[in-house]
T-cell receptor, first 115, second 111 residues
Framework: GAVVSQHPSWVICKSGTSVKIECRSL??????MFWYRQFPKQSLMLMAT?????????EQGVEKDKFLINHASLTLSTLTVTSAHPEDSSFYIC???????????FGPGTRLLVL | QKEVEQNSGPLSVPEGAIASLNCTYS??????FFWYRQYSGKSPELIMF????GDKEDGRFTAQLNKASQYVSLLIRDSQPSDSATYLC???????????FGTGTRLKVLA
């Protein structure tokens, strides 16, 4: 069964609004979670590493003020896309490492469409 | 720049055949290697991981790792139309928990 959940699975919003996406680890604790973005027909691009109780680490070229990450508990990380614009429309996926080998398991993803 | 390279495909194989997917990586220090399957519009699903040189089998899937040559492969035996998807190779970067993904190989299994 699923080990990582995401909510919502779909969101459509107007340009300029903010959207929050939740990522939860099910039945296990995750001190680290990862946020990816995937544009059509492209591979996964790591946006940031979410760290429980501390600041997220962003990849080069990702605006930390635009993509706010909060990892407030050992089972929940949130990604907020602030002042979303049409170019932010994408498939956002989180993952969490599980088991002693730190294998990453992915959430089902959130498809964002900004009009 | 650490890279993972895959042939984008599509790789077309007839039903029942063996599909062979390949991946090369640049980071010699990498120790962990993963294959994910991604259906269109869905998130990646873990198929296999491999850490040691040689072969690892799980049902119809066999992962092969050759660290000296820096390549990882995935063999799918008795391919089924339901195996049609994009297969992503991922390498855990040395010294971190981050994964580096290849661009994926699109597999088509023809009925």
């Amino acid at each position: 069964g699923a080990v990582v959940s995401q909510h919502p699975s779909w969101v459509i919003c107007k340009s300029g609004t903010s959207v929050k996406i939740e990522c939860r680890s099910l039945d296990f604790q995750a001190t680290t979670m990862f946020w990816y973005r995937q544009f059509p027909k492209q591979s996964l691009m790591l946006m940031a590493t979410s760290n429980e109780g501390s600041k997220a680490t962003y990849e080069q070229g990702v605006e930390k003020d635009k993509f706010l990450i909060n990892h407030a508990s050992l089972t929940l990380s949130t990604l907020t896309v602030t002042s979303a614009h049409p170019e932010d429309s994408s498939f956002y996926i989180c993952s969490a490492p599980r088991d002693i080998q730190e294998t990453q398991y992915f959430g089902p993803g959130t498809r964002l469409l900004v009009l | 720049q650490k890279e993972v390279e895959q042939n984008s495909g599509p790789l077309s194989v007839p039903e029942g055949a063996i599909a062979s997917l390949n991946c090369t990586y640049s980071d010699r220090g990498s120790q962990s290697f993963f294959w994910y399957r991604q259906y269109s519009g869905k998130s990646p699903e873990l198929i296999m991981f491999i850490y040691s040189n040689g072969d690892k089998e799980d049902g119809r899937f066999t992962a092969q790792l050759n660290k000296a040559s820096q390549y990882v492969s995935l063999l799918i035996r008795d391919s089924q139309p339901s195996d049609s998807a994009t297969y992503l190779c991922a390498v855990r970067a040395s010294g971190t928990y981050k994964y580096i993904f290849g661009t994926g190989t699109r597999l088509k299994v023809l009925a």
